[in-house]
C-alpha cells in the first residue's frame, strides 16, 4: 500500500454550477444559475458534458435545477469534506488544511500540525489564498453502486446547508443516509454584499413530491433487503474512513491545477499584482492547464 496516499471515493464525473471563460486574454470563473454534469475530460472549450446531462434534463433541454441523487455513506463527514485549504499557486499541491483549531501544512520539514486561526488571523492566508472549500461525493443513476459524482464548492451558503441537511437528515433516520432518496437542489438568495443581485447555493432535499415518511420507509426497506444479500453499509463507511486518513491531503497535483483556476482566482490574480518570482505563476498555471488539455486531446485524436 502506497503510504500518504489518500484512498478518496472514486469520481466518474463533476458536478458544477459554472464554467472557466476567456476574457481579455484572461481565464476567469464564471457562475451559472443550473446544475451542469461533466465528465473528468476537458478540451480548449472547457469540461466535456457527461451523457448524464442530456438523461436528466429531457428533450425540453430545460435548466437543470435539480439532481435526484444518493448518498455513498451514512457519515455526513465521509460524504462530504469541508476545510480551510490553501494550495500552491504553480504546483496544485495543497499547502495547508485547517479545521478552525487545527492544520496540517506542508513544510521543509515534512508535514506538520499547527494551530488554525482562520484565513482572516493566518498570515500565510492573505490575499485570499486560503478559503474554506467543501467536496460532496453522490451518486447519480444506478449504473455504478460505488462511482460518485463530485460537487466542488468554496461557498459558505452551500458547506453550511449541505453539512446541516445531512446532520438532520441523518438524526430523523437514525443513520440511514445512504439508502435515502434525495435530490440536490440550486437555491437563489440576494445578499447586501451581493448588490441585491442573485447568488445560487446548493441544498440537500427529499425528492419532489415524496414525504419524509415515504423516503425513510423506502430507506430501511432498501437497507433490510441490503443486510439479506450480505451488503455491510458499515464496514463501507469505515473502509471510507481509513482511506481519507491515510493521506495528509486528499487532493492531489492534477486536481488541484483546475481547481486553483476555478475556485481561487483571486490567488492567481493577486500574483500579477505583486514583484518577484510570484509574477509568473498565472502564466506558469495557464501553462500547465494548456499543455494538460493538450495531452488529453492528443490521447483521444490517437
Known sequence: MIKGLALTPPVIGRISIGRVVEKNGKRLPEKDDEFT?????????????HPLDDTLRGSSGTKLRSIPIK???DDPDLNMRANYTLFN?????????GNGETCRRATAEGIQSFECRTPDG???AQGSQCKPYGRLNVRVGEDDVLGTFILRTTGFN????????MAYLSA???GILASMPLELRLRGKSTTQSHRAPIYFVDLTLRAGQSLHEAVEQARAERAKQAELGVDQAALDEAARRGFAMGAFEDVEDDGLPIIEEFFPDAVQDDAQTSGPLNAS????????????NRLESASAG
Open 158 to 165: 452551500t458547506i453550511r446547508t449541505l453539512l446541516a441537511r
Open 172 to 174: 430523523l433516520t437514525g
Open 37 to 49: 454534469l461533466t465528465s473528468q475530460i476537458q478540451h480548449k472549450d472547457g469540461w466535456i458534458t
Open 71 to 73: 448518498l455513498l455513506f
Open 282 to 293: 498565472r502564466t506558469v498555471l495557464r501553462d500547465k492547464l494548456s499543455a494538460k488539455t
Open 89 to 97: 499557486r504553480t504546483t496544485g499541491r495543497p499547502m495547508c488544511v
Open 122 to 124: 493566518c498570515e500565510l
